[in-house]
């Protein structure tokens, strides 16, 4: 119960900051800003966030400094999140139980919203007055990290791939976002080498657990839940963890490696709660 208070309140804090941050849909550009905001606001679990304030927290953190980043990190993800639906990327036609942006905007617009949700996530980053923290999004967004990932991925499409060629698109297009959420908050809550290190241990095991989590769930996930189209890795040959090892083999590894980010976590002692409570929360999502 104080894991689900604790997640409840944070979301809440965060959702504030973001309808404070993007700009009004009254204000021009309207179409654009409307757009941002109905990804933004269509739903989301606002994981990265979450972890990021998290990580903040636990090392010490003090102070809303880190809110701005944290939603900078929402609004990357809601920008990658819009230009993989895109017909292009992905081609689907539900996210977070709604109709994909360029459904309801157009792709031009889609394109677009997810271009200036990136230009001002930066903006925000610029905020928290520490270029290392800029420097860590910006490696986990690029060309080896999150794009990366995702180059593989469309590359992947439709080929057999190997376990190698799935763990990179995992932990590269989902995994280094969500490390790098909880390393800046760690870098921003003044976290010594040591704490740092460990966190970052968390993250890496955690990010793909969450990836390999997804995608046990778009074989066998509820659509009310996932709030997406179900089946659509499989309908666009995805490279895939069910697909290269099999469901039950992908739920066996989710859950070791979920245990081993929790175990990473160690020196931090009672801190540590909220993030174990994240891993179990990522395993019973498919247990
Ligand atoms: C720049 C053209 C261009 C495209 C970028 C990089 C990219 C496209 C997409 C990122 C890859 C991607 C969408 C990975 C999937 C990650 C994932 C598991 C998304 C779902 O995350 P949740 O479950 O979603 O946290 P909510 O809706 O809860 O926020």
């Excluded at 404070?20 to 021009?28: A, I, N, T």
């Excluded at 990580?55 to 609004?75: D, N, R, T």
């Excluded at 990932?149 to 989902?174: C, F, N, P, R």
């Amino acid at each position: 119960m104080r894991f689900q208070e604790y997640i409840k309140k944070k979301r809440e804090i965060v959702n504030q900051a973001l309808d404070k941050y993007l700009p009004d849909g009254s204000r021009e550009p309207k179409s654009l800003h409307k757009a941002m905001r109905y990804s933004v606001f269509a739903g989301g679990k606002r994981l990265r966030p979450i972890l990021a304030i998290a990580s903040f927290e636990a090392v010490g953190g003090k102070g809303g400094g880190i809110l701005p980043v944290a939603c900078a990190l929402e609004m990357i993800h809601t920008y990658s999140l819009i230009h993989d639906d895109l017909p292009c990327m992905d081609d689907d036609d539900l996210r977070r139980g709604k109709p994909t942006l360029h459904k309801v905007y157009g792709d031009g617009v889609a394109v677009l919203a997810g271009d200036a949700l990136h230009a001002l996530a930066f903006e925000l980053l610029l905020q928290a007055k520490n270029s290392q923290v800029v420097l860590e999004v910006a490696k986990a967004i690029g060309t080896e990290g999150m794009i990366g990932g995702q180059v593989k991925d469309l590359e992947a499409e439709g080929k057999k791939v190997s376990l190698k060629q799935v763990e990179y698109i995992h932990t590269h297009k989902t995994g280094k976002l969500l490390r790098a959420s909880i390393r800046v908050g760690a870098i921003l809550g003044g976290a010594d080498k040591a704490t740092l290190l460990a966190l970052s241990g968390y993250g890496e095991k955690f990010g793909l657990a969450f990836q390999i989590v997804d995608d046990i769930l778009d074989v066998v996930g509820k659509e009310e839940i996932i709030g997406k189209k179900k089946g659509s890795d499989k309908a666009n040959s995805k490279a895939t963890y069910p697909e290269v090892i099999g469901l039950e083999k992908s739920k066996i590894l989710a859950k070791h490696l979920l245990q081993k980010a929790k175990s990473k976590l160690r020196t931090l002692g009672r801190k540590s709660w909220v993030f174990e409570g994240l891993a179990d929360y990522v395993y019973e999502r498919i247990g």
